[in-house]
């Protein structure tokens, strides 16, 4: 009777993938927390490995230095967010539900994430990498973002929902009543998901309502 063999060395090498993606995760968890407590300029590798508990050496095993640290954060979480914002942009049975639905997805995910946020919100994508390509990637799903807004925008245009206008423009403005309030919200300590409904309100009240004339 033979003796079944099993592929061990490739379960050990999927483990060590495991591993090797869970310190990364834990690096970047660190490098979230660092940064929101001291910027971007007050943070270190250092300070990072102290956070994460390990040696400076085995951050730089994952990231070449700080800066590529500070916009991988920024690629993940906010690949994340927008995933989630798309998945909820879909599920409305017309725009202004997928639009209302989105805000909600964004606030929740700010509220889940504040952190984060106040690294966002402080230290906005500038050039402050080396690493052009990895900022690129950051603009890129900044405008993936912007778009799943303004497509939401537009099919309210076409079906008379929302007013004529440029529907970048109204997404640029809601982006940016989003990002406001989050911010407020966070200084004090308010639940971000309570303000969704007032703030897609307040956006499709004004997208609704024809231009005064001067």
Known sequence: MS???????TVTTGRREREKQQRRQAILDAAERVFAAHGFHGASVDKIAQEAEYAPGTIYLYFKDKDALYSALFTSKLARMVDQVEKAAESGADPLEGLRNSIRAQFEFNDRNREFFEVFSRHRITEQTEDAQEWHTVHEILQRHRSVLTRLIERGQRKKLLRSGDSHAFADALLGAIIHMSHEMEI???????????????????????????
């Open 3 to 9: 003796v079944p063999t099993f592929p061990t060395r």
């Open 188 to 214: 004090n300590g308010t639940h971000l998901g309570k303000e969704a409904d007032f703030v897609f309100e307040l956006f499709v009240r004004g997208a609704q309502r024809a231009p005064s004339l001067p």
